[in-house]
């Protein structure tokens, strides 16, 4: 059998915001593991309990996406790792991987000037998609978004993240959406979603104070203790920081801050979330959590938390792990909202507890389902 004809399918992921900075550590990541340069440190999906789910190889997977803007991938990863997003060396030892990625990016939109209507813009990145899974000959691509965070919508109009995720759906392709922005969410798309019977995931990663908030929200409730206020603050810069200082897309952000709170606790304590663009701290990002809650005979107490991460290389292993399952969901015939996926998401679709371990044990019996779907 020839070397072409005994390779395995290749599966691609449409990186919606194909030239940002998780975008960048998601191709770059993904070729330094297969390298062998790197150990999978991050990634779930590469656990013992994810290896008879039938997910397709790390080496299997090929990048493309749409943008509005011009910088090439290989001088965004030296960027990255100029600002110690990316180990020194990294951008030169995957260039290769780097520039095949970029030259399957394409234009986004709508760009100031566009005259183009929904529907036309829809149909452009639809052809873009099919053109990539036809002219590299991909079993299937699943697109993600990973664009920065856009205020919610407050008319009628399809925001972009919504026109890039119906251009999904045209194209036949799954979809996830890794940010608070609309999507799928918009109401306009609820028909199109259920018509296409194509699976899809989201929303809004799950990557730092979220992802605490779901482990000690349950904890309070399970020792019965009585949380009286949980307030938070974020500082962060980089693409993000400069989107969430719109109070309309913080908003947004906050939402799902707020509803793992009301869910594992049950009720919502007072307290806000604050965020806060501190340019300077690039792509990392601080959350401080102020938690005041009673014990016994009325004893009032405090626990803080501090999370200090690097947004970038939280949130990139957790694209390809997405990536991998939901495109093995497809390969299966599932189809709808993925709501096992919870684990990964703020505001997940579907029917799906909020408790962190209640959503992993969820996630591992979803993944050896897949298994058996061989």
């Known amino acids: 059998m020839s070397a072409s004809l005994s390779r395995p399918p290749r599966v691609g992921v449409w990186l919606v915001g194909a030239r ?20 999978p440190t991050g990634l779930v999906t590469e656990a013992p309990a994810f290896a008879g789910s039938g997910l397709p190889a790390l080496s299997s997977l090929v990048f493309g996406g749409h943008d509005t803007t011009d910088c090439p991938l290989p001088k965004r990863a030296e960027q990255l790792a100029a600002g110690g997003v990316l180990p020194l060396g990294l951008p030169a ?3 290769a991987e780097l520039a095949a990625a970029d030259t399957e990016i394409r234009p986004g939109g709508p760009l100031p000037g566009d005259t183009r209507d929904e529907d036309a813009l829809i149909a452009a990145f639809a052809a873009d998609l099919q053109d990539f899974v036809r002219r590299l000959g991909l079993e299937r691509a699943v697109v993600v978004n990973v664009a920065s965070t856009e205020p919610a919508p407050t008319g009628p109009p399809l925001p972009p ?132 809650f009673d014990g016994f005979l009325g004893t009032r107490m405090v626990l803080q938390t501090i999370w200090q991460g690097c947004d970038s290389a939280l949130a990139a292993p957790l694209v390809l792990d997405l990536a991998r399952l939901v495109a093995r969901a497809h390969e299966t015939g599932l189809r709808g909202p993925l709501a096992e996926l919870a684990f990964f998401f703020k505001d997940p679709v579907g029917d799906a507890p909020s408790a962190l371990g209640e959503q992993y044990a969820e996630l591992v019996r979803f993944a050896q389902g897949l298994g058996e779907g061989e």
């Not at 940002?20 to 150990?39: I, N, W």
């Not at 400069?242 to 307290?271: C, F, H, I, M």
């Open 93 to 95: 030892a995957v260039a």
């Open 20 to 39: 940002g900075s998780v975008a960048t550590t998601v191709v770059a990541g993904c070729a330094a593991v297969v390298a062998g340069l790197r150990p």
């Open 161 to 292: 993240s919504s026109l890039y995720a119906a251009a999904a759906l045209r194209a036949g392709c799954p979809y996830i959406n890794f940010t608070p922005s609309t999507g799928l969410h918009h109401p306009g798309l609820a028909p199109l979603a259920a018509a296409s019977g194509l699976p899809y995931a989201g929303r809004d990663g799950k990557t730092g104070q979220t992802l605490l908030r779901s482990v000690l929200g349950p904890m309070f409730a399970q020792r019965a203790l009585d949380v009286r206020a949980w307030s938070g603050t974020n500082l962060l810069g980089g693409g993000d920081g400069a989107s969430l200082a719109d109070p309309a897309a913080a908003a947004a952000k906050n939402a799902g801050k707020e509803r793992v709170l009301a869910d594992t606790l049950g009720t919502t304590p007072e307290g806000q979330v604050h965020i806060d663009d501190v340019p300077a701290l690039g792509d990392w990002k601080t959350a401080w959590d102020h938690v005041a």
